[in-house]
């Protein structure tokens, strides 16, 4: 069995206010993070918080010489589970995914996000992902906040 974390941090520095929050990201075996808001050149500062697993950042952006930068992501799995789910981040179609086996199938964690700043290229780059996981097992992982363009809440 293996326990996966899909989670919107929204500032992944903020997080050190939280005593538990490192702790528990670390009680799941693959988690996803987005919103970290971490730009490129300060990933390397959190690495030394998830040691004991393989790390895949996606940098955030700043849009502004002013203000905090947007989007980002974090990817992780622990190195202890590497070899028993044959796990390895992976390329599709220009879109980090992290492969895993089931039983004798490989599957495809698709991490889904979409940056307030380009969600249109956002998700026309995962548009063209979809036909290449047309006959492949996949599971979308991600940070979703359904709506219509009438405004309705549905739930």
Not at 41 to 47: A, V
Not at 89 to 117: A, M, Q, R
Request: proline share 3%.
């Amino acid at each position: 069995m293996c326990h996966i974390l899909s989670y919107n941090v929204a500032n992944l520095n903020s997080k050190f206010n939280f005593s538990n929050f490192f702790s528990y990201i670390k009680s799941f075996d693959i988690f996803f993070l987005f919103e970290t808001h971490v730009l490129p050149e300060k990933q390397q500062t959190y690495n030394c918080y998830f040691k004991e697993y393989i790390l895949f950042w996606e940098g955030a952006t700043k849009v502004c010489r002013a203000g905090r930068a947007k989007g980002g992501c974090l990817y992780g799995f622990k190195k202890s589970i590497q070899k028993k789910f044959c796990l390895k981040f992976t390329k599709l179609s220009e879109k980090n995914v992290l492969s895993i086996k089931i039983k004798n199938d490989i599957c495809y964690l698709v991490p889904f996000y979409l940056n307030c700043t380009n969600w249109s290229a956002d998700f026309e780059n995962f548009e063209t992902l979809m036909p290449l996981l047309s006959d492949k097992m996949f599971c979308i992982v991600g940070d979703l906040r359904p709506s219509s363009h009438s405004k309705k809440i549905f739930f």
